[in-house]
């Protein structure tokens, strides 16, 4: 940003050093200035933008003058986007020199700097004199790095201890949630544009640190995103990305025991409490992933078309065979969004697996009440395997949250299992991509293997 400031005020003509005047002869370009690096008070990400900043802040001095000496130190160059490797063809043949190597230090020597450094492909310590180093600082978000921080009411998730600029009515929080970097959360796989606040798209380096053009490119994204977002909004829909769903939460009110799982678990935000701390559920922010029927202890909670009570009428409907004709049931919870469609695929191309499963496919694994798991077992069931998206902090969850929340109330399953007397190794929690056409079937027999280890329920009849 400072070398812009003296290329516009250049205007054309030769660029000065801002100490000086002086004239510049010679500009040394170091990358990756506090970037990419662990060190405390470093950025360990990449700002994507900087080389080609680099390249082009390059060209001003080579166009001003072609006997000035410009050098890009970098240990990666990274020019993305179709145009990318072009552009950095046009540096080199405007005679900008790239070198591979790491600086170790900068420091005055006489009317000029001395840039000390690691060639990476000599394998040398070199030192160079400089009248101008440019140092490529990353980009930051303008709230949450530098910025105290403090806990919110949702499970794992930050919020930034500053004003707000949204100033949202969310009891989680006055503006969206941030990533660990600063920036609002939003995925770059399953939903690039959307943020855990329904209706409000982010795009540019308020997402991710980027370039001009890939920035115009992410606003076009998001932009289509709110149109279909405000269509939907019209016809009483869902958005995303269970988008066109008519269906929303209702719950029974003499049942609540206003325990506020519901309020603080929901991903998105949907769910408020009144004076008398009931859920007040708002239709249009909701994107019916269930995750607060799952969360619910007393199972108040439910959709018009999917229900504690529809999925456990399936789980009901099972046939289940009695112990003497060593025919198990394995009942497999699959998240609709990756691990159901891993396992219709795995059918396609031939992979086998157990056939005493019984597949249910579920809007989330965040949905999934440990209810379910507790009546199949009393049922007969032989076994239990969840299979939901990838969780954690590159998390490929639909909902963000299900698959984690789903996580940490199986993992207290054990208890269940411990009172009625069964083995931990019968109920099963999975990570699933879509892509994994072979491991979730291998999944699934594995469960059958370990049935046939420990033995069959004995809550068969």
């Not at 002086?22 to 700002?47: M, P, W």
């Not at 009110?253 to 409490?273: H, L, S, Y």
Request: charged share 25%.
């Amino acid at each position: 940003m400072g070398l812009e400031k003296l290329a516009k005020a250049a205007n054309g003509g030769a660029i000065k050093r801002p100490s000086d005047g002086k004239e510049i002869k010679k500009v040394v370009f170091v990358q990756c200035a506090g970037q990419r690096s662990d060190k405390e008070g470093h950025l360990n990400y990449c700002s994507g933008h900087c080389c080609s900043t680099s390249i082009k802040q390059a060209m001003y001095f080579r166009d001003q003058n072609p006997d000035i000496e410009t050098t890009i130190l970098f240990t990666d160059l990274r020019t993305p986007g179709a145009p990318g490797e072009d552009f950095y063809r046009s540096g080199q043949e405007k005679g900008v020199t790239f070198r591979k190597g790491v600086v170790s230090d900068v420091s005055p020597a006489g009317a000029s700097l001395k840039v000390k450094f690691k060639d990476l492909i000599l394998n040398e310590d070199i030192s160079e004199d400089a009248d101008l180093v440019v140092l490529a600082t990353g980009q930051v978000a303008n709230a949450g790095v530098d910025i105290d921080v403090v806990k919110q009411d949702e499970p794992g998730e930050w919020k930034v201890n500053a004003d707000s600029i949204l100033n949202m009515n969310y009891r989680q929080g006055k503006d969206l949630p941030h990533l660990k970097h600063g920036f609002n959360d939003s995925h770059f796989i399953c939903f690039p544009y959307e943020t855990r606040r329904t209706g409000i798209y982010t795009c540019g380096p308020v997402r991710r640190p980027m370039d001009i053009p890939q920035a115009i490119e992410d606003a076009t994204g998001a932009t289509l995103k709110a149109i279909q977002s405000m269509e939907n909004a019209q016809l009483g829909r869902a958005a995303h990305p269970r988008s066109g769903d008519l269906s929303y939460p209702s719950f029974r009110k003499e049942g609540c025991t206003q325990c506020k799982r519901c309020t603080v678990e929901c991903p998105f935000g949907a769910i408020d409490e009144d004076e008398r701390r009931f859920p007040v559920f708002n239709e249009s922010r909701c994107r019916r992933c269930g995750t607060c029927m799952g969360a619910c202890p007393v199972r108040v909670i439910s959709f018009e078309n999917y229900s504690v009570d529809t999925v456990g009428q399936q789980l009901k409907a099972v046939d289940i065979p009695d112990e003497f004709s060593e025919k198990p049931r394995i009942l497999v919870l699959a998240c609709e969004n990756d691990a159901y469609p891993a396992l219709d695929m795995a059918a396609m191309q031939g992979f086998q697996y157990s056939a005493f499963t019984r597949v249910i496919p579920v809007r989330c694994l965040g949905s999934v009440n440990t209810i379910w798991i507790t009546d199949a077992l009393n049922s007969g069931y032989d076994g239990a395997v969840l299979m939901g998206c990838q969780k954690g902090e590159n998390y490929q969850c639909h909902f963000v949250k299900g698959s984690e929340l789903a996580h940490v109330r199986m993992s207290k399953i054990d208890d269940t299992l411990k009172t009625l007397n069964l083995e931990p190794e019968r109920v099963a929690t999975y990570e699933v991509a879509i892509t994994d056409i072979k491991r979730a079937p291998e999944l699934i027999n594995d469960m059958a293997a370990t049935i046939e280890r420990v033995g069959m329920s004995p809550f068969k009849f």
